[in-house]
């Protein structure tokens, strides 16, 4: 089953898949109430993922601290995404979709790689609804987002859900007795 590949302002389905150690997680799970970058990548043998890796190690302390979350899904199975994950230094969990079964609904498979059929690559930024917000074909590398993108697509998902993104100064309560004449 082929699907029209997801696209901005669409509503990405909550999906689910065993991480890095083989537990089930589901997508919204992993976002958690926060805006998220999703990544979808070939395999840890892609000379192209490996350099948007880089790139993403080091954005991720900056995503840590800002009420973010990162989750990476590839066709590889957990042992070897575990094995990735930890030989680039990354902390935020990896799906495995080693069924293709997430990458045919979403219609993400990569048709020129017979041998592996992995994901074309491709992220999203998401709202914490799952809605998305951009989405990067990365099939040319040049396509993939620079951490400068993701940052400004991050910087405007918060802006658009956080009440106390404004500077604007928050309503301050009255107290008992503050405003009134005496009498």
């Known amino acids: 089953m082929i699907?029209?590949?997801p696209?901005?302002?669409d509503q990405l389905i909550d999906f689910e898949l065993p991480d890095h150690n083989g537990n089930q997680r589901r997508l919204s799970e992993l976002v958690g109430g926060d805006p998220a970058v999703l990544q979808f990548y070939r395999g840890f043998w892609c000379?192209?993922?490996?350099?948007?890796?880089?790139g993403l190690v080091q954005l991720q302390e900056h995503v840590e601290v800002a009420y973010t979350r990162m989750i990476s899904v590839s066709v590889d199975p957990p042992e070897v995404e575990a094995g990735f994950r930890a030989g680039i230094g990354a902390r935020w969990t990896f799906l495995s979709d080693?069924?293709?079964k997430l990458q045919a609904q979403l219609g993400l498979l990569e048709t020129t790689d017979t041998v592996h059929r992995p994901y074309i690559p491709t992220v999203f930024t998401l709202f914490?609804?799952?809605k998305i917000h951009t989405a990067y074909n990365g099939y040319w590398f040049?396509?993939?987002p620079t951490n400068a993108e993701l940052a400004?697509?991050?910087r405007a998902?918060?802006?658009?859900?956080?009440?106390?993104w404004d500077l604007h100064p928050l309503p301050v309560p009255r107290h008992k007795g503050e405003g009134e004449t005496p009498g």
């Not at 000379?47 to 880089?54: M, N, V």
């Not at 998902?157 to 106390?164: E, K």
């Open 3 to 5: 699907t029209q590949r």
């Open 7 to 9: 696209a901005p302002g």
């Open 47 to 54: 000379p192209k993922d490996r350099a948007q890796f880089r």
């Open 98 to 100: 080693e069924s293709r």
């Open 128 to 130: 914490p609804d799952l």
């Open 142 to 144: 040049w396509g993939r």
């Open 152 to 154: 400004a697509d991050l």
């Open 157 to 164: 998902i918060t802006r658009a859900i956080r009440v106390d």
